[in-house]
Nanobody, 117 residues
């Protein structure tokens, strides 16, 4: 059973930075597409950024130039470096692993990011 454990969230002032981490307990991490999603109160969960097995990345427009997703296969960990944070980035951030072969998906429990103005 794959488990994803996120960390690194917390309160931060606008303009500040946070780095989220997500450790994947499964054995197939290097083949997974890893992504970060977020859900703000009263809103639907949305994809923020993703990185696939060949390290191609994708970002939604609102975080381009501010957020950086990366992966360390040796540590089975995916990161989300968040800079120039805005109050609109306040949300619970979730890590997702998608197995490229089976298509199975796994989610972490989420970590709260709160950006104050």
């Amino acid at each position: 059973q794959v488990q994803l454990v996120e960390s690194g969230g917390g309160p931060v002032e606008a303009g500040g930075s946070l780095r989220l981490s997500c450790v994947d307990s499964g054995s197939g991490f290097s083949l997974n597409t890893m992504s970060w999603h977020r859900q703000a109160p009263g809103k639907q969960r949305e994809l923020v950024a993703s990185v696939n097995s060949v390290r191609s990345t994708y970002y939604i427009d609102s975080v381009k130039g501010r957020f950086t997703i990366s992966r360390d296969n040796a540590k089975s960990t995916v990161y989300l470096q968040m800079d120039s944070l805005k109050p609109g980035d306040t949300a619970v951030y979730y890590c997702r692993a998608r197995n490229s072969g089976s298509g199975d998906e796994y989610w972490g429990q989420g970590t709260q990011v709160t950006v104050s103005s």
